[in-house]
């Protein structure tokens, strides 16, 4: 929202430039396009690795003379993949799967209803509460996974998709920003719907919520993208193959012995699928959670 | 409630002032109770997965925990004297500093640059913004597995060996060797490409803050657009944008793992050209199973992060305002 907006801005200054000499401005937006492309390029190089590598056989991969276009498409990989004794990947797909979207509905729940007891219940000690919240912050998650790992294993939940999913329903990051957003939102709806009868569940569930919808969108994508990207968790809570998330799946599958490159690579292909569409349907909205996260950060 | 209203004057109720003090009882009662209602689920979520977490680590550090969870032995000390006189630790710090000093300077330059040629140009704006972000809906595991396979494979079919073939340049061993060490071309090019776009979306929020009239007045002023703009209005007026992506990322890249893993992986062979301290943590406590040292090793990182944060933080004067 706020990026598209820019375009009036900079408009404008690029007014002030025409003034000038405009051969000037035409060379050097002709200079910056074409660095802007060769950049675009060189981004999407790795994605046309994997398409190209997952649609050819392991002959064309591995043959001395670059390859552009892969002669014919073989989609025979994507059986290969599915049968690959090495890569569960149709269990590793159901499991980042189920362990995304509860992440995205749990972390969505908790931080929200947080946000909102911190940010409009009158509560004496709430300040104090929030404090003791963002101490977490400070820590860097990654580094506590040695005791993290031990207090979930005396809850018995190592080897176990709740021991993937549960430790981390709870993002302060996103209390902070939901207390952010409810602390702006209009009294006057709030009394509304008291007068109304609507108790503080009411409020939150009927009025709040329903209104949060693009904070709700942009947070829960950033979510349900670490969480399907997420490794050293899940590599080290989930032993047995049958908790194994794509990442696993891939990551195991690449330290193999001997590797199928081409169900390797359409293996890489199905797993970033999915996000690839996420991104790109909702990527107004993640570049908002973005910028939104960054402006606190 | 009612009743008060009825026989007002009834000398069995002591005062106005008591029902009053009864009833902001009643309601302070509730508006705990609703606020425990709302705030209580992430408290015990916290409370067992992250406070207790850390004390718990705290209290298995002094202990002697060897393939078990629960602590065995006072130790004391011994736990963080072994961690810190170990090599390998050592060796992992050294690691992560070279690692921090390459990707954090060159990803906030790369990510600036990016963020104003894309706000510069005229059409196209939200087609390159898309490309450079991309890269963020990728996983580590793929890019590594992208980087170490295909992209930078030492044979001669990998993809920057045939593109220096071009150039009539012998294939290179990107990985195998220690020496010269071109591993870390590989390391941080992954990195980056995963990353920069996302500190280009916190560049370009940014830039949409600095107003336009800045530049007119420059204008004004006899400034040309282009470096001397940027060098007194723009750069300076991204400071606190540029602190926090710096921040943002030295912490990003002192919990580096992943990528380390699955292009040299953990123990042995390519492992010992560059481990980082979350490698080696990994080792100790689930390979060897050495808890109580895991999670004397995790304090002890944390430490040295908070450290050179607070320092980074020092240096830049985190805090100051804008306008100075």
């Known amino acids: 929202m706020s990026i598209a907006s820019s375009k009036g801005q900079t408009r404008a200054t690029g007014y002030v430039v025409a003034k000038g000499t405009s051969w000037r401005r035409y060379l050097g937006q002709a200079v910056l396009y074409a660095v802007l492309i060769f950049i675009s390029i060189l981004f999407l190089i790795p994605f046309y690795l994997i398409v190209r590598n997952g649609l050819m056989t392991q002959a064309e991969i591995t043959a001395p003379d670059w390859i552009w276009l892969p002669k014919g498409l073989h989609f025979e990989n994507l059986d290969k993949l599915f049968n690959d004794p090495l890569a569960s990947m149709a269990v590793g797909l159901r499991n980042s799967l189920l362990i995304a979207v509860t992440q995205v509905f749990g972390q969505m729940l908790f931080a929200s209803m947080a946000g909102y007891g911190i940010a409009r219940i009158p509560y004496k000690y709430r300040n104090i509460v929030f404090y003791i919240f963002l101490v977490t912050l400070m820590i860097p998650g990654a580094v506590t996974f040695v005791p993290k790992y031990v207090i979930v294993s005396y809850l018995g939940m190592v080897n176990t998709l709740q021991g993937i999913i549960v430790p981390d329903l709870f993002n302060v990051f996103a209390v902070f920003l939901f207390r952010q957003f409810y602390l702006n939102f209009p009294r006057e709806l ?11 569940w009411g409020i939150y569930w009927r009025l709040l919520l329903p209104n949060s919808r693009t904070i709700l969108i942009s947070l ?41 490159l081409p169900a390797l690579f359409m293996g890489a292909a199905v797993g970033i699928f999915p996000l690839l569409v996420v991104f790109l349907v909702l990527q107004r909205y993640i570049v908002q959670g973005v910028a939104r996260s960054g402006i606190t950060g | 409630m009612a009743s008060s209203k009825i026989v007002p004057a009834s000398p069995k109720i002591t005062s106005d002032a008591d029902l009053n003090a009864k009833g902001r009882r009643k309601r302070q009662l509730q508006t705990t109770l609703a606020f425990w209602g709302f705030v209580g689920p992430m408290m015990l979520g916290l409370i067992i997965f992250a406070y207790v977490p850390i004390i718990w680590g705290l209290i298995l550090s002094f202990f002697d925990a060897r393939n078990t969870i629960t602590p065995t032995k006072f130790v004391g000390v011994d736990n963080y004297a072994s961690i810190i006189g170990d090599d390998q630790f050592r060796n992992s710090i050294v690691t992560i500093l070279i690692f921090a000093l390459f990707i954090v300077p060159i990803t906030v330059f790369f990510s600036l640059w990016l963020a104003v040629m894309v706000n510069t140009v005229r059409y196209a704006r939200a087609f390159f913004r898309s490309v450079f972000f991309l890269p963020t809906a990728c996983s580590y595991v793929v890019a590594s597995l992208v980087w170490r396979i295909t992209l930078f494979n030492g044979l001669p079919y990998g993809f920057a060996n045939n593109l220096i073939y071009f150039f009539g340049l012998d294939p290179i061993i990107w990985i195998g060797t220690a020496n010269p060490p071109y591993y870390w071309v590989v390391l941080v090019t992954v990195r980056l490409w995963l990353q920069v776009g996302f500190y280009m979306i916190l560049y370009l929020a940014g830039l949409q803050d600095i107003p336009k009239e800045l530049y007119e007045a420059a204008y004004v002023d006899g400034a040309r657009p282009g470096w001397a703009t940027f060098r007194r209005i723009t750069f300076p007026l991204l400071r606190n944008t540029t602190i926090a992506v710096l921040l943002l990322n030295l912490i990003a890249a002192f919990q580096a793992f992943d990528e380390f893993y699955n292009i040299l992986g953990a123990k042995s062979g390519l492992a010992l050209l560059a481990r980082p301290p979350l490698v080696y943590l990994y080792n100790i406590a689930f390979t060897n199973q050495n808890y109580g040292a895991g999670a004397a090793g995790g304090f002890i990182l944390v430490s040295i992060i908070i450290v050179i944060t607070l320092v980074q933080g020092k240096l830049l004067g985190f805090g100051r305002s804008e306008n100075q």
């Open chain 1, 220 to 260: 829960g994508v950033l979510t349900f993208i670490n969480s399907w990207n997420s490794f050293l968790w899940p590599l080290v809570i989930g032993h047995d193959s049958s908790t194994w998330t794509v990442q696993i799946v891939l990551s195991t599958f690449l330290t193999a012995q001997t590797i199928n």
């Open chain 1, 190 to 200: 709030e009394e509304a719907g008291r007068v109304d009868g609507l108790n503080y």
